[in-house]
């Protein structure tokens, strides 16, 4: 019995081992997932094929910096200009230097915390989805509700509500439109702008902050690299992930 726990615990060890040769392909994943999210959120925030000046085009969109003050209809953030700023240019360099794998972990920071102050300023009262369940029986507000979560219940019930005005918005197309035309590239839905895709943004900058570009496909492994076999003999190395 002894020997074949150790047999199978060889067989785990190596494995794993073998696997870890793949380790760069999450990192990797990440990083084309983001960067074409992060690239085109900063890009309609810039005035990038405006008909302005020169400069002007390097600076934010006026409609969003006044979106970013805005108290009543807008974030009322302070300094909407500055932080405008900020979140465009942190999203659209951001992306690229995703995209190539450069300065991995430092841009990340900056990029996870747009997506937090985006998750709790534009979409924190929306709650958690960003597209309303419209089944209760399938929302995963469900597995909340099993454990007591507080607000479970009442998503469940939103989920019942949406599911009733879907069904409504469908029998009124069906009788006064071109179904077939009007869902060809997809269903309805009730559109709820929670926190979802921004937290999932910040957990996934999270990952590149703690782990890395990865190997092999990114700039930072190979400047790491050319970095090391310059180090002289004997002169310790700081190793970066």
């Not at 785990?12 to 081992?17: I, K, P, V």
């Not at 879907?166 to 077939?180: A, P, V």
């Not at 921004?198 to 900058?205: D, E, G, L, Q």
């Not at 990114?218 to 992930?241: H, I």
Request: aromatic letters at 14%; proline letters at 5%; charged letters at 15%.
């Amino acid at each position: 019995m002894n020997m074949f726990v150790a047999k199978l615990s060889d067989l785990y060890s190596q494995s794993f081992a073998q696997l870890k040769r793949l380790d760069f392909i999450v990192p990797l994943l990440l990083r084309l997932y983001l960067a074409p999210i992060f690239i085109v959120a900063g890009l309609t925030k810039l005035q990038f094929g405006a008909d302005v000046g020169f400069f002007a085009q390097f600076a934010p969109d006026p409609n969003i910096v006044a979106w970013f003050g805005n108290p009543d209809w807008g974030l009322g953030l302070p300094m909407p200009s500055v932080l405008a700023f900020l979140a465009a240019w942190s999203e659209f360099l951001g992306g690229w230097l995703l995209l190539f794998g450069l300065g991995t972990r430092i841009i990340s920071i900056p990029l996870a915390f747009t997506m937090l102050i985006a998750a709790t300023t534009a979409h924190w009262d929306n709650g958690w989805f960003a597209i309303a369940p419209s089944d209760p029986d399938t929302s995963s507000a469900r597995v909340l509700d099993w454990a007591g979560i507080p607000g479970a219940q009442e998503s469940l019930e939103n989920s019942e509500a949406v599911g009733s005005r879907l069904s409504k918005m469908r029998s009124i197309l069906r009788e006064n439109g071109n179904t077939d035309w009007l869902f060809e590239k997809g269903s309805i839905v009730v559109l709820n702008n929670g926190i979802e895709f921004a937290a999932t943004y910040f957990i996934m900058c999270l990952a590149l902050l703690f782990y890395g570009a990865g190997r092999f496909v990114s700039v930072d492994y190979w400047l790491r690299m050319n970095s090391r076999r310059k180090t002289p003999a004997g002169v310790p190395q700081v190793v970066a992930a």
